[in-house]
C-alpha cells in the first residue's frame, strides 16, 4: 500500500535524504518514513511544503507539466511591487530564453501571518518589503526567483504553501503527517 507523506521543510534542508558535503540537513534529518521519495523539489533556501511518496504514478502526475497541476507560492519580495509588474508575472516572463506559462499572482493584503525565518532574511530599512501569492501550473528550476527578480523586486523568501488542493495549513516547520490519495485528487 503506498504512502502520502505533508512535509514542512525548513529554510537550508536539502529536497533529498543524501547530504552533498558534510554537515548538510536533508531530509534524512527528520525522521520520516522509510522508502519514499520527494515529488518535485523545493531548492535549499525555500521553505514549506514538500509532498513524499512511494507511488510513482502520483509522482508522475504531480511533476509532468502535461498535467497544468498548480502550486501555490507565498514570495516575501523587496519593493512594492505596481500592477504592471504583476501582469507582466501573470502573462508570463522570459527567464534564460524560456517563456513562462501564465500564471495567478496577487499581492496579499494583509501579509501572512508566519513565524520569522531562522536565519532571518536580509532587510533594508529604506526599503520595504511585500508579501505575493503566485500560482504556477509548472516549475522550473528556481523560477519564482528569476521571475520576480525579472521584474524587478528579488525574492526575499518563498514558501510553498499547496500543491494542488492539499495545502500546508497548519504542519509545523519540520514536522510532517500522512494523507490518504484521496486527498491528492
Known amino acids: 500500500m503506498s504512502r502520502y507523506i505533508l512535509f514542512h521543510k525548513p529554510y537550508d534542508v536539502l529536497s533529498q535524504f543524501t547530504p552533498e558535503e558534510a554537515g548538510q540537513k536533508t531530509l534524512g534529518d527528520f525522521d520520516l518514513p522509510k522508502n519514499i521519495y520527494p515529488v518535485g523539489r523545493l531548492d535549499r533556501d525555500s521553505e514549506g511544503l514538500l509532498l513524499l511518496t512511494d507511488d510513482a504514478d502520483i509522482q508522475h502526475r504531480l511533476t509532468d507539466p502535461k498535467f497544468f497541476h498548480e502550486k501555490t507560492y507565498w514570495v516575501q519580495v523587496e519593493g512594492i511591487p505596481d500592477q504592471k509588474s504583476l501582469d507582466?508575472?501573470?502573462?508570463?516572463?522570459?527567464?534564460?530564453?524560456?517563456?513562462?506559462?501564465?500564471?495567478?499572482?496577487?499581492?496579499?493584503?494583509?501579509?501572512?501571518?508566519?513565524?520569522?525565518?531562522?536565519?532571518?532574511?536580509?532587510?533594508?530599512?529604506?526599503?520595504?518589503?511585500?508579501?505575493?501569492?503566485?500560482?504556477?501550473?509548472?516549475?522550473?528550476?528556481?523560477?519564482?526567483?528569476?521571475?520576480?527578480?525579472?521584474?524587478?523586486?528579488?525574492?526575499?523568501?518563498?514558501?510553498?504553501?499547496?500543491?494542488?488542493?492539499?495545502?500546508?495549513?497548519?504542519?509545523?516547520?519540520g514536522k510532517w503527517r500522512e494523507i490518504k490519495k484521496a486527498d491528492l485528487l
Open 88 to 173: 507582466k508575472l501573470k502573462s508570463g516572463v522570459t527567464i534564460q530564453d524560456y517563456k513562462t506559462r501564465p500564471c495567478q499572482a496577487k499581492i496579499l493584503s494583509p501579509a501572512p501571518e508566519i513565524p520569522a525565518r531562522n536565519p532571518p532574511i536580509r532587510e533594508r530599512k529604506s526599503i520595504p518589503t511585500t508579501w505575493l501569492e503566485i500560482i504556477l501550473t509548472e516549475g522550473k528550476n528556481r523560477q519564482v526567483r528569476r521571475m520576480t527578480a525579472s521584474v524587478g523586486f528579488p525574492t526575499l523568501r518563498l514558501i510553498r504553501v499547496a500543491i494542488g488542493k492539499i495545502r500546508l495549513d497548519d504542519l509545523e516547520l
